[in-house]
DNA sequence: CAGTATCCCCAGAGATACTG
DNA sequence: CAGTATCTCTGGGGATACTG
């Protein structure tokens, strides 16, 4: 039996913790494969980026195709509960960029997006 | 100067980490007491939360009015800044509730709301 | 009541090597 | 390329005691 104080603690129990916010945000936007998310996911190791897989996959919130070929190839994409956080996750963009914008002085910060 | 790679990533760095997000739940919900926060975020300590919440003031999302009396009375509200995320975490906590009836049995769960 | 100062620990995360 | 298995380690965070 799982014991939650409010539903904040609920959401933050799934999405919560260090890498899961930004491979979601990653998934969300297109099926990705491993090391593209690896590429994606500045600093994150391999063992890291995979253990976080797991534990989304097991919450339900992302899928995990393998397509049986030589080199393996696996892509991860969203099932319907985890893209219904795309329009929540656009809000967290807007109010970063929104809040960058009032906090930082345009030499203090960066934006590197990588493709 | 600090580097980033999305927008995602500046969101995170200001309201991830593991009590940002619950001790601004209950602040945006109205001026907080520190040893009401206590009570409400569950099994924080002391330290973390003291430390958790000069983090937000120096990131501008909340501000700290102290009381000169005896004994000493401190009171946490938003910043406008914190405050605009007030949306968006009542769509987090949506998402949360939804996700619960989803993926837990009636009897695999419960939530214990404080007041 | 709110906050600081210490000490200290261990789980979470990094590094490396290896496999199919 | 994707993933596992180990080993190691460090710093985030817990516990405690103390102050104004």
Redesign the interface.
Same mark, same amino acid.
């Given at each position: 039996?799982?014991?939650?104080?409010?539903?904040?603690?609920?959401?933050?129990d799934?999405i919560?913790g260090?890498w899961k916010?930004?491979i979601l945000?990653y998934v969300i936007q297109k099926p990705r494969r491993t090391g593209e998310l690896k590429r994606?996911v500045?600093n994150i190791s391999q063992k890291m980026l995979v253990q976080t897989l797991r534990e989304l996959e097991a919450?339900?919130l992302i899928h995990r195709k393998m397509y049986n070929q030589v080199p393996p190839k696996v892509e991860y994409s969203t099932t319907e509960?985890g893209q219904?956080?795309e329009?929540?996750?656009k809000?967290?963009? &807007?109010?970063?960029? &929104?809040?960058?914008d009032?906090?930082?002085a345009p030499?203090?910060?960066?934006?590197?997006?990588?493709k």
């Open positions: 039996m799982r014991i939650f104080h409010c539903e904040m603690e609920i959401t933050l799934v919560g260090k916010g930004l945000y994606l500045h919450d339900g509960l219904s956080l329009p929540i996750f809000l967290l963009c &807007n109010w970063g960029a &929104n809040y960058a009032e906090s930082y030499d203090e910060i960066e934006i590197l997006h990588l």
